[in-house]
């Protein structure tokens, strides 16, 4: 867990994180409604990845490239849903996605930008701790040392906007032991 005495990297602008966001009960509430849904494998084009998913609200289609209305969110996830919505210092009607994600030991993200349709995006995690990284999105800035590693411990939040989400893209290192997230996005 980061304490005061951790020290964050410096983080681009945009970029937000809260160790803590949610307690050990309430993520326990949130595994137990995941628990509830049924999880598919991840398509991204003609690619399956080893995480598995569930899409609420509107979701993106990679292959078509079109966002289209999908399964109302389920109402278990309204309490995080208001709370990150305070976080982000909207309305939580704004929260246009929810995506729950499972992450098998060994998964990885791979670098890339959220859906271009998402505008804000707040990521909770649950179950197990990663390695959140950050690059800027033009590649004539990328190196090794552009590369900003952030522990993003179970029970935090996340939030990417403006530059954060615009000129940067992130990945995750592989997990060493399952892990949940619920991604949150509110369209452009």
């Keep these: ?32 409604a995941i628990q509830q849904i049924e999880l598919h494998a991840m398509e991204f084009h003609q690619y399956t990845a080893k995480r598995k998913v569930a899409s609420f609200g509107y979701d993106y289609n990679f292959s078509s490239r079109q966002l289209t209305k999908g399964v109302e969110i ?3 996830f309204n309490w995080v849903i208001d709370r990150a919505a305070k976080q982000l210092m909207i309305d939580p009607d704004q929260i246009a996605e929810l995506l729950v994600t499972e ?18 995006i707040a990521g909770i995690s649950l179950g197990a701790d990663c390695i959140f990284k950050l690059r800027p999105y033009d590649k004539s800035l990328q190196s090794r040392k552009s590369i900003i590693s952030l522990p993003v411990r179970q029970r935090s939040l996340y939030i990417m906007q403006g530059p954060a989400r615009t000129e940067w893209e992130h990945s995750t290192a592989p997990v060493t032991d399952v892990r949940y997230s619920v991604t949150l996005r509110t369209l452009k």
């Design 1 to 32: 867990m980061l304490t005061l005495f951790d020290e964050l990297p410096i983080l681009p602008e945009g970029f937000y994180y809260y160790p803590d966001f949610i307690n050990q009960v309430e993520e326990q509430q949130l595994l137990s």
């Design 74 to 76: 389920p109402v278990s």
């Design 103 to 120: 992450y098998p030991v060994g998964s990885v993200i791979n670098w890339h930008r959220d859906a271009p349709p998402f505008e804000s």
